[in-house]
């Protein structure tokens, strides 16, 4: 019978110490094809992909606990050298994304903003019915434009983009097009004020339909 790789199912984590005696069968550590490790392990001969790398991991070791995503954000970007930072910004979160700018400001950064109504392009251009839109097509409702915000930063030359608060899908265009690296410090989610792992904390109880099959389609 074939074994289905993958940590699913995993409740010993011993890839985390290197304990191999208790990989369990389904392990991709234990598993996994050589030439996938290797094409990895390769990446990091990589000069950038090791300076991130490299600098993530001792800003875990430093500040584990001890910062917020916001001034690790701010950290990183600046041992890496990143002077020019991008915020692709939900227009729901204009607020939190100028609080974020200033504190980019203040420490020595540059920071350029877009938000995701750029451009004003109606949701028609993307073939949206007017019974699909929340105005129900009553006047014009301007489409999320991440491929746009995305190409905005490209042209600004920006050295790392931080997105805040874009839509499912609409985050995936912009890291898509972006030239730059990227990272998020806000996750939309619109019901459980942009946390949603609680979804996940409490799918025994409160959100436990996130494990029935009554999901929308």
Do not use: W
């Not at 489409?143 to 608060?165: H, K, R, W, Y």
Request: net charge negative.
């Amino acid at each position: 019978m074939e074994i289905n790789i993958g940590c699913v199912n995993c409740g010993v984590k011993a890839c985390e110490h290197k304990t191999e005696e208790k990989y369990p069968p389904f392990c991709p550590t234990k598993n996994m094809d050589n030439t996938v490790f290797n094409k990895a392990d390769n990446a990091y001969e990589n000069d950038e992909d090791l300076k991130i790398a490299y600098t993530s991991a001792v800003l875990e070791g430093q500040f584990y606990g001890k910062l917020t995503r916001a001034e690790e954000i701010i950290v990183f970007a600046k041992r890496m050298g990143y002077k020019k930072i991008g915020i692709a910004n939900c227009v729901g979160l204009l607020s939190e994304a100028r609080i974020f700018a200033k504190a980019l400001e203040k420490n020595g950064l540059e920071p350029v903003m877009v938000s995701c109504k750029v451009g004003a392009v109606d949701k028609s251009r993307i073939g949206v019915e007017n019974e699909n839109k929340l105005n129900k097509g009553c006047e014009h409702e301007s489409m999320c434009n991440p491929i746009l915000q995305a190409e905005f930063m490209n042209s600004q030359n920006t050295d790392m983009n931080v997105i805040i608060g874009l839509c499912v899908g609409h985050d995936s265009l912009f890291i898509k097009h972006s030239d730059a690296i990227i990272t998020t410090l806000v996750t939309k989610d619109r019901v459980l004020a942009h946390n949603p792992v609680a979804a996940l904390y409490t799918s025994s109880s409160y959100y436990k339909r996130i494990l029935e099959d009554n999901v929308p389609e």
